[in-house]
């Protein structure tokens, strides 16, 4: 599959920019896309990520074989306990040894192939890279490139990308209000070879396994089949965004799952059908009233959440992208009120106690 | 000091311990391989966010802040008084909300869909695998304790 990448990558890279050639900037993103499929090396990068809850950071010992496997060793930092997690292009093992826990399910599948290539088509469609300088980073020269959107509430990205072998080497990650989301930098880097030994990983004996089931790629007609209900494709889409998978994911009650993206910003909408009379909530999810109904919204790990239900499925979008985007499209698709009166009325007084402590607080 | 320096070593990295209690942190540091590892890591942590360029201030900037401060003084005291009138009210519903009528709410297994969404931001070519990788773990290690947790606690 690591080859199936590279090849949609370089078609991708060999096609003719429509009515020009493909400019400086616009080649050093297609080098950057392709770099890990072409380079090896070791390294240590530190990540720091923003939330609501403050920042929360990260250093982790990197190995990449050039298209093969993935060794990550995220240090014990700032509370968060040690994480190795190994994936050799077949099995993807997360071991947390601290709890004496270990996840193994399969590596990114064939499947998952086309939509970088076209991520990437998207990412140059609607957003407008440009070089803004070349810095030093971990004792590399690189080109520094900001890819801003084309139109409003985007993220952008700020990349550093090595002028030798185009890997990127540091990263910044903007919301749409300019606010810092994600910062990455390798502090050490060495373009070596790491041993095939890293790639292999056997939990020690103790530790409790588990299997976690991919979730499969798949087309309309069969997922509607496989939930039981016709999910909902969306149609009206924020500008830029595209239906980019489709695929079916759940242990027990199957969820539909369609995925979309702009190029840089995703969005993912989970449709799961709920018994008839219950009501799914979103864990410490606000109220608010939308349309004739009323839904759920929060905000989590730098994405927002919105929760609602509709004619008896349960419907959550997660995505990068503001919230007032998830809720206009809650609002096309349609929100369903509490059902029954006395829900009804719970719900009411709850979304009443939400407003009034927050105009207390 | 027997047990580990934990948020004190934020403090003491700060310079904001008195002397004795900084002089106890910086002798358990030097014996406890865990703390020395932990302050590398805070160290790295706060280079990194130095990085970070400040924005330069315009020089309107201040007197725009001063305005809204007073603003915020202001909607703030307005806040006070509909605090005293509407706390006896929020109390009642909330009451009347929680104690009289049914529940019937199945919460969200929040975690596998962040899981899900981020191994989706994981593939795309450009953005920082490291961070959706740690994302993702988070919540599939969560996922993971969880159905431990109600494991143990099944009969």
Known sequence: ?361 | MSAHAGEQLSEWIDGHLNPDAAAQVAAHVDVCDRCRQEVDDLRRVRTLLRRVEAPSLRPAFWARLEAHVAKERERLARRQIWRRALLPAAVAAGALGFAFLPAGKVPLNLDSYLHEHAQYRALHPLTDSAVATLVGTDASLRVLRDSLGRHEAEP
Not at chain 1, 30 to 39: D, H, K, N
Not at chain 1, 202 to 212: D, E, F, L, N, S
């Open chain 1, 1 to 361: 599959m690591r080859i199936g990448v590279a090849v949609a990558l370089a078609l991708l890279a060999a096609a003719p920019a429509v009515g020009a050639e493909r400019s400086p900037q616009e080649r050093w993103l297609l080098s950057a896309a392709t770099a890990p499929r072409r380079v090896s090396f070791t390294g240590v990068k530190d990540v720091i990520l923003w939330s609501e809850a403050g920042a929360q950071g990260s250093t982790v010992e990197i190995a990449h074989r050039a298209a093969t496997g993935v060794r990550l060793t995220y240090r014990s930092t700032l509370g968060r306990a040690q994480r190795i997690v190994v994936d050799d292009g077949r099995r993807r093992w997360q071991y947390e040894p601290s709890a004496h826990v270990a996840l193994i399910s399969p590596s990114i599948t064939e499947e998952d192939v086309p939509p970088s290539a076209r991520r990437l088509g998207l990412l140059l469609a609607n957003y407008r890279p440009t070089i803004v300088g070349r810095e030093p980073v971990a004792g590399r020269r690189a080109v520094a490139l900001l890819v801003r959107p084309r139109t409003d509430a985007r993220p952008s990205l700020k990349l550093w990308v090595d002028e030798a072998t185009g890997l990127i080497l540091r990263t910044e990650l903007y919301h749409a209000n300019g606010r810092l989301a994600e910062a990455s930098a390798f502090t050490r880097i060495d373009f070596v070879s790491p041993p095939e030994s890293l790639f292999r990983f056997r939990p020690p004996a103790g530790v409790t396994v588990r299997a976690v089931a991919a979730s499969t790629p798949m087309g309309l007609p069969d997922l509607a089949r496989r939930v039981g209900f016709t999910p909902i494709a969306l149609e009206r889409l924020p500008d830029g965004f595209v239906l980019d998978r489709v695929r079916l994911a759940g242990s027990g009650t199957p969820v539909a799952v369609t995925q979309y993206t702009d190029g840089l910003a995703t969005l993912t909408l989970f449709q799961r059908r709920v018994t008839p009379g219950s009501r799914s909530s979103l864990p410490a999810g606000r109220p608010i009233p939308l349309g004739a109904g009323a839904a759920e919204l929060r905000r989590f790990d730098g994405a927002n959440v919105l929760h609602w239900q509709r004619n008896g499925v349960a419907l959550t979008l997660v995505g990068e992208v503001p919230a007032a985007e998830l809720t206009k499209i809650a609002v096309r698709i349609g929100v369903d009120a509490p059902p029954g009166l006395l829900s009804r009325l719970r719900y009411w007084l709850l979304l009443l106690w939400e407003r009034l402590t927050a105009a207390v607080a």
